[in-house]
């Protein structure tokens, strides 16, 4: 079945240090690809997304591109602050199947020192 | 836009009862509605799947008449918790999904709510 692997966290930078997490996917067909952002105690926010291969994606410094032939859409910002503290969710939905499920990664968790 | 709401934010509650939580989206008609269960530390693990008008489809291994869904409007969705547990207690997500657009192509979630069954 379809799923989504994400690098374990948790991930500890020093400010304006440079983020990657991985994350890589297995998928039949045509999937859309999402960063989703939860801060503590919060919902999920949208970070970005990209609907095709070799689409970019980008938000807030965020960047990641859905690359089909290696089927992974890591997520990478040049430079981390405190506030970006939080934890990473990679999913994937495809649009016209299975009622719109999202399918989730298990989550990386970012830690950001001043 | 593509606002979505949950009611209430955080709930105790005592063993035995029972607790309604609403999920609504704001500003745009949510024909699909799911309902997540996240634990501390854990990524989110879907529950079910409620289409306006008709019964939810739950996610294997949860319990139906444990966790009563109804979507009753294209606006809203509700998850009651029956005769609630404190192995019940955890943070519940829900999101919408509309008919067509930006709403279709994605899911908006709500804000979460934060259950404790004492």
């Known amino acids: 079945g379809d799923s989504v692997t994400q690098m374990e966290g948790p991930v500890t930078l020093s400010e304006e240090a440079f983020l990657t997490i991985n994350c890589t996917y297995t998928a039949t067909g045509y999937p859309s690809l999402f960063w989703y952002v939860q801060y503590p105690g919060e919902g999920l926010q949208l970070l970005l997304k990209?609907?095709?291969?070799?689409d970019k994606g980008s938000n807030k410094g965020f960047e990641a591109t859905y690359r089909k032939e290696t089927t992974s859409f890591h997520l990478e910002k040049g430079s981390v602050q405190v506030s970006d503290s939080a934890v990473y969710f990679c999913?994937?939905?495809?649009?016209?199947?299975?009622?719109?499920?999202?399918?989730f990664g298990q989550g990386t968790e970012l830690s950001v020192k001043p | 836009g593509a606002v979505v709401s949950q009611h209430p934010s955080w709930v105790i509650c005592k063993s035995g009862t029972s607790v309604k939580i609403e999920c609504r989206s704001l500003d745009f008609q949510a024909t699909t509605m799911f309902w997540y269960r996240q634990f501390p530390k854990q990524s989110l693990m879907l529950m079910a799947t409620s289409n306006e008008g008709s019964k939810a489809t739950y996610e294997q291994g949860v319990e139906k008449d444990k966790f009563l869904i109804n979507h009753a409007s294209l606006t809203l969705s509700t998850l009651t918790v029956t005769s609630a547990h404190p192995e019940d207690s955890s943070f519940y997500i829900c999101s919408a999904r509309g008919t067509s657009g930006r709403e279709y192509n994605e899911q908006f979630f709500g804000p979460g709510t934060r259950l404790t069954v004492l």
């Open positions: 999913a994937l939905l495809k649009v016209y199947n299975q009622g719109g499920k999202l399918i």
């Open positions: 990209a609907t095709k291969a070799d």
